[in-house]
């Protein structure tokens, strides 16, 4: 009974689903089998990876001696008096004839900075009663200043005491521009690490294919500091003699570490 509708089906029909059943087969064994191949290969990648096998790393550094082009120098006018009007008014003269001056030798006035103005009240302990009295105001005023042409550095300190300052914050030389001189010195560290790596391979008797990886350090050039700091009197400054500025140099050190395919 079962069998009756089967055999009811035409022959042709019959071999046709055969057909489309082993077709279907088939393509099930090829999938499970591309499948077992895959997992096949990943086992072996990692048993085997070629990033161990096929690279060799080698470092390289490069160093370029650097000729400070800038100067940098904070200078401060401060005083004290019995009013707010009095002692901005002191002070105001003072630094506005230091920035004149500055601007006299031929200073850009982008590279004449505020960077402190502070005024505050002052008290003195008064022994008889036990209390803080009143004593006045200070003001501070201080700005930084960018010296492009450093033979000109002992006239602005000179010149900038003569005019009423009386404190100069630390002399400190550097590169302005940096960056050209640390890319001369990152090509001399990526040619010692060349010669490096090719003087290996000839001796391993094996071939440099491209480069798989790059890394990189590089110090940034410390400011050189002349430890020229000191709080002056106005009759001291009228007294001080100029220092002679010397720029020195600095060293800009680039190490890179790369790794090469061995072919």
Do not use: C
């Not at 550094?61 to 000729?67: D, L, N, R, T």
């Not at 009228?238 to 680039?254: F, H, L, M, R, Y």
């Amino acid at each position: 009974m079962i069998n009756e509708p089967y055999s009811q089906i035409p022959s042709k029909l019959k071999i046709a689903l055969g057909l489309l059943l082993i077709l279907w087969l088939a393509t099930l064994s090829v999938h499970k089998i591309f499948q077992a191949g895959l997992s096949y290969q990943e086992l072996n990648h990692w048993q085997n990876p070629r990033s161990t096998n096929d690279t060799v790393s080698l470092s390289g550094e490069g160093k370029v001696v650097a000729i400070p082009d800038v100067a940098i120098i904070s200078l401060s006018v401060e005083n004290r008096s019995k009013t707010v009007a009095a002692v901005q008014q002191d002070s105001n003269k003072k630094m506005n004839d230091i920035v004149s001056y500055l601007k006299g030798l031929d200073i850009d006035k982008k590279d004449i900075k505020t960077t402190n103005y502070n005024l505050r009240p002052l008290y003195a302990y008064n022994q008889e009663t036990g209390k803080q009295i009143f004593d006045g105001y200070e003001l501070n005023q201080t700005i930084e200043v960018k010296i492009r042409q450093l033979d000109k550095a002992s006239q602005v300190l000179d010149g900038a005491l003569s005019k009423g300052a009386n404190q100069i914050g630390q002399l400190n030389f550097t590169v302005d521009n940096p960056e050209q001189l640390r890319n001369e010195a990152r090509l001399k560290a990526i040619a010692q690490a060349k010669e490096k790596a090719l003087a290996l391979a000839e001796a391993a008797g094996v071939k440099l294919g491209k480069v798989r990886s790059f890394s990189e350090n590089t110090n940034s050039p410390t400011p050189y500091r002349n430890y020229l700091s000191q709080d002056l009197s106005y009759a001291e400054s009228a007294k001080t003699i100029a220092p002679t500025i010397e720029a020195g140099s600095q060293e800009i050190i680039v190490q890179v570490t790369m790794s090469f395919e061995i072919e």
